[in-house]
């Protein structure tokens, strides 16, 4: 079951630029950076009170994010819920008909397992799912 809105993600062409100004010119708390290589993403987190930013730039210039960039530049790319229950999550939403981007969870940034609606199945947002893992 969803609880929360866990994180906005938005992509940016320049992580190093993208950082400084969530950070300083809008004064978000940074909390560190981490490469997911499953994703081929770099990312950046800041907190905001109840929710987070993420900032994500393609790892070694390969992967989605990157076409991303070529596509459209920066820009809003995903919303990610926090959930309880992701299988029990893609099961309920397999039945109704949505599509995911792979078959099942695969590790995400803090040790997390996510997955992601595809966005042809849900009006054009990008929506990802993710399961903290238990202490
Ligand atoms: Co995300």
């Known amino acids: 079951m969803i609880r929360r809105l866990d994180h906005v993600a938005v992509a940016v062409p320049d992580l190093e630029e993208g950082i400084r100004r969530f950070a300083e010119d809008l004064g978000l708390s940074f909390e560190g950076r981490e490469d997911v290589e499953a994703a081929s993403t770099s990312t950046a987190f800041f907190s905001v009170p109840g929710t987070h930013i993420e900032l994500i730039h393609p790892?070694?210039?390969?992967?989605?994010?990157?076409?991303?960039?070529?596509?459209?530049?920066?820009?809003?790319?995903?919303?990610?819920?926090?959930?309880?229950?992701?299988?029990?999550?893609?099961?309920?939403?397999?039945?109704?008909?949505?599509?995911?981007?792979?078959?099942?969870?695969?590790?995400?940034?803090?040790?997390?397992?996510?997955?992601?609606?595809?966005?042809?199945?849900?009006?054009?947002?990008?929506?990802?799912?993710?399961?903290?893992?238990?202490?």
């Open 59 to 135: 790892l070694a210039g390969q992967g989605p994010v990157a076409t991303f960039l070529e596509q459209r530049g920066g820009g809003l790319h995903h919303l990610c819920f926090e959930t309880d229950d992701i299988e029990g999550d893609m099961a309920h939403l397999k039945e109704k008909g949505y599509r995911f981007l792979s078959d099942g969870p695969k590790p995400g940034a803090h040790g997390k397992r996510i997955v992601f609606l595809h966005p042809k199945s849900t009006g054009g947002v990008l929506i990802e799912l993710s399961q903290p893992t238990r202490p």
